[in-house]
């Protein structure tokens, strides 16, 4: 006696078989959408803001008249923020990444400070924002200036620097580190000559994607009080500023519509400095990618 | 007769001077009683072997037996490994490096190693070699020259790379980044190299050349080699330890290791019956 | 050859005298200095927690905490202010609820097209285009939202406010799909190809593997990954500041203008809410309330990923 009826399974394949094809399709589409919105987003914008993107766009100040309005100082005010984000935050990822793959010892510390990482990762960008403010701000009275805005941002993308340097630290195969330890070097002669040179592709993509994350922050800076209508350029780290998603935020607010391609026209720009970013990480990627 | 026999019996466990003959030369490493454990596992067991210069020595066994451990606590590399706990001496030149205020740095300037797998840093070549000299301070420009040309040369690699000592290391081939990391392991002059199966990662020409280069560099150096390839101790060494399960079976000067052996369990081992 | 004997100095000679001259101990300075440098992380989470609570037990000194739990308006600015943090909370969970919709299935379908279906040549076309999509900064979306999702949203459904809760939830759910989508495919492409293999052996079809096998022997890295995305839409606060209008209320209705918590926060922080003011402190009330909410997903995602991590 058979317990499987051999036809009627034949006779069910083919509806099998033709639900899986249909549910293929289902999954393209759904893979399309992303595809398609990130299409419709770029050529909405581009057709926006490409007829407000100029010369003057480029060189002018803020403007209450919309065919007048120039990024310049946000623009300058961004890298400015770069200027103060990337030693700092690169600093202290890297610093942190060593201390973890390198010298800490698996105890209760160690745990907590690797939890504390990842829990960081996912604290609202806001929340940065208020911390800046009673810290950086107001408690060692640094005001609204370029320090206390880039302070508060290193500490917002220090969490992708220490994991993305981590990555790149434990990916350095053991034998180098054998290899300088058993000529005699010192544990932070092996780190500082072996480990980190052949570290340095992955921490610098890792650090790009971080600041790239930084330079289009917001929330925390509309927190941290940094104004949106700013005049002048910023002389030193001390002076106040503004940075381009800041004025592209202000431009979107205003109700009229000239403001909104203005707006686009501040995006276009914010983007191309993030593809710019983004390519040199792929570069450095790709030039070092599977070395050892 | 019976006197005769009593002595045979006896001579394992006095070291196997007896059937010495090669003529000693000066000892350069003693071990005694030396055990070593990973975690709970007898890893070594009471070794005893003393090494001399400007000799070869080679390290047999099976896989698991010891050896690598062995020659990794040489240099105390196997500190690196966690958990890692030892007991009786080593002396190196008449000091015991297993005391915890030998620093290990000053004993592996010493004493160089040549590790398994060729691994040359990702930089270039001249980088590679002058790695040694400049972490411990030699910075003069004309003297880190004379050390790349020296250390390739005595490495037989000079003929090959001197045209291209800028060029990254990854570029060479398995046997010439082999006999690179010799070079740099020569560049600080040690006075022992150890060499931990130096050519399984290598080809059987790429193999003979690093045999021939064993052959010269003991001449100025004192080199004890792990391998697993019998027919690699026979040779290039002048004295061969055959381990299993973490104890020397059987220590002697090579030809009556594999013409003689004492044990039987040595015998097996160099027939192929196991291993 | 004969190394040794050519030389007119000696390699191991200079070393010595160099060693003679050091000066500073790196090896015990640089795992202390690097140990500092790893407490700032601590510190840091340690200053959130402490400005969250000292500013937030300034503001409940003023409003009672009950009221702030229980009342069911939220008026600040009003002549007689009113501080119920229910109506920004709701505001929030109509914006998270709306990105799930869109985000949870699209993504999923996303991570088992890109793990079951894909080539790797479609794999490495689309990978990048999800990575791009993740890092286009929050203002550039909240800009789309207004002028481009909202538009298209009341061409559909004539009766939407121009200030609403569906088109910046939509684009929220877009903004963390890419997320949902990686973690997930992680998730899916480390289940072992043995255990497919099984399947398909028995003759089941792809779509029968992937729903029956392998989305089961992956699910606690998928669900970890959505907890993770909604813990982000949660804290989104540029799409929903610009899109979503600043008109806290309790109703269920997404046509309205709502207002989320980090809204309220940068509507404060932006018009110029004097220091010391009560609606200045009501901000850190109302971000210990977020940083509350988003500090539990995070940690529910950790538990999940590690307590049901898969034993292959």
Known sequence: MKLINKSQVAKKMPVRLAVNTVCKGLFFLATLVGLIVLAILFYRIFTQGIGSLNGDFLQNFASRKPEEAGIKAALIGSIWLMVVVAPVSLLLGVGTAIYLEEYARKNWITTFIKVNISNLAGVPSIVFGLLGLTVFVRALALDRSILAAGLTMSLLVLPVIIVAAQEAIRAVPRDLREASFGMGATKWQTILKVVLPAAVPGILTGGILALSRAIGETAPLVVVGIPMFIAFLPQTVMDTFTVLPMQIYNWTSRPQEEFQQVAAAGIIVLLILLIFMNSIAVLIRNKFQKRY | MNMTLMRENESPANGFENVESVPFSEKVYETSNLNLWYGENHALKNINLDMHQNEVTAIIGPSGCGKSTYIKTLNRMIELVPDVKTTGQIKYRNRNILDQSYKVEDLRTQVGMVFQKPNPFPKSIYDNVVYGPRIHGIKNKKVLDEIVEKSLKGAAIWDEVKDRLHENAYGLSGGQQQRLCIARCLAIEPDVILMDEPTSALDPISTLKIEELVQELKKDFSIIIVTHNMQQAARISDRTAFFLNGEVIEYSDTNTIFSNPNDKRTEDYITGRFG | ?312
Request: aromatic fraction near 10%; avoid cysteine; hydrophobic fraction near 50%.
């Open chain 3, 1 to 312: 050859m004969e190394l040794r004997k050519t030389e007119t100095y000696s390699v191991q000679q200079m070393i010595l005298e160099k060693k003679s001259k050091k000066k500073i101990n790196m090896e015990k300075v640089m795992p202390k200095l690097l140990f500092l440098m790893a407490a700032i992380s601590v510190f840091t989470t340690i200053g959130i927690i402490l400005t969250l609570i000292f500013e937030t037990f300034i503001f409940f000194d003023r409003v009672s905490i009950v009221k702030f739990l229980t009342e069911a308006k939220w008026l600040p600015f009003a002549s007689t202010p009113s501080y119920g943090i229910m109506p920004l909370v709701i505001g929030t969970l109509k914006i998270t609820v709306i990105a799930a919709v869109v985000a949870v299935p699209i993504g999923l379908a996303t991570a088992i097209f890109l793990s079951e279906y894909a080539s790797e040549k479609t794999r490495r076309i689309i990978k990048p285009i999800l990575e791009v999509l993740a890092g286009i900064p929050t203002i550039v979306y909240g800009f789309f939202a207004l002028t481009f999702v909202t538009p298209v949203l009341r061409d559909l459904f004539p009766s939407l406010d121009m200030f609403n809760a569906l088109s910046p939830g939509i684009v929220v759910g877009i903004m963390i799909m890419p997320m949902i989508a990686s973690l997930s495919e992680d998730a899916l492409v480390s289940v072992p190809k043995s255990i497919r293999e099984g399947a398909y052996a028995l003759g089941a079809t792809k779509l029968e593997t992937t729903i029956k096998v392998v989305l089961p022997a992956a699910i606690s890295g998928i669900v970890a990954s959505i907890v993770l995305a909604l813990s982000r839409a949660i804290g989104e606060t540029m799409i929903v500041s610009v899109a979503g209008g600043s008109t806290p209320n309790m109703s269920m209705d997404v046509t309205s203008s709502i207002q989320t918590m980090t809204a309220y926060i940068v509507q404060v922080s932006s018009g110029d809410a004097g220091y010391g003011t009560t609606i200045y402190y009501s901000i850190y009330a109302v971000g210990m309330t977020l940083f509350v909410f988003t500090l539990i997903m995070n940690l529910l995602a950790q538990f999940i990923s590690r307590k049901f991590r898969e034993e292959y």
